[in-house]
């Protein structure tokens, strides 16, 4: 007697509970891969702004060499330009071009191109006796900082200043990057990250002055 096929089930597909299971582990990739890229993104925020300080301290550091040992002076004596001005020819900017068009002067954590509101700030004491401009004046240059993060229409970093937290926020004490974090120049041409407000200091230990 001829055995009569019998029908063999199809493969077994995924459970409701596995699909489940597989969508919420990708969800879960998903989310810790975008969470890298936003790391990423502040990591090189952060990395763009420490190179632009460098590059900043090395324009100061040959400004010096060529006006007898001195950084610029606050204003022109026209009063039309800044500090910055004269260090347009050590970055590559053309000489009669506002000093903004050096990407050098942006910075990535502070929001919109430094026009109205820059994004460096030379530190204040720098122009006052007995520092006075002069790159040999600060007796441990490597404690003391030149240039900090601002977003201010203005030339100086103020350590007093209340700091602010957001790019946007109008302050002589910037602390835009993560973690509430910024960037500083030192006297000696190196650069940090330093996090919290480094301004509540200004005595002779501070990093802001020896006097």
Known sequence: ??????????????????????????????????????????????ATCLQNLREIGVALNLHAVENGGRYPDRYSIEHTTTWRSPLNRYLGIPEKQAFWNGKVWKCPAALGDPVSQQHYGMNQYVFVEPWNR??????????????????????????????????????????????????????????????????????????????
Not at 189 to 197: A, D, L, P, S
């Open 1 to 46: 007697m001829p055995r009569v096929p019998t029908s063999r089930p199809f493969p077994p597909g995924f459970t409701l509970v596995e699909t489940l299971l597989t969508l919420a582990l990708t969800l879960l990739f998903l989310v810790v891969a975008v969470s890298g890229m936003g790391r990423m993104s502040e990591a090189t925020k952060t």
């Open 134 to 211: 002069r790159i040999m004046a600060p007796p441990a240059p490597a404690r003391y900082v030149i240039v900090g993060e601002i977003y201010a229409n203005n030339e100086h970093f103020i350590p007093t200043a209340a700091p602010c937290f957001e790019g946007g926020t109008k302050s002589h004490n910037r602390l835009s990057h993560r973690g509430k974090a910024a960037n500083y120049l030192f006297a000696d041409g190196h650069v940090e990250t330093r996090t919290g407000n480094q301004g509540g200091n200004i005595g002779s230990s501070s990093i802001w002055k020896w006097w």
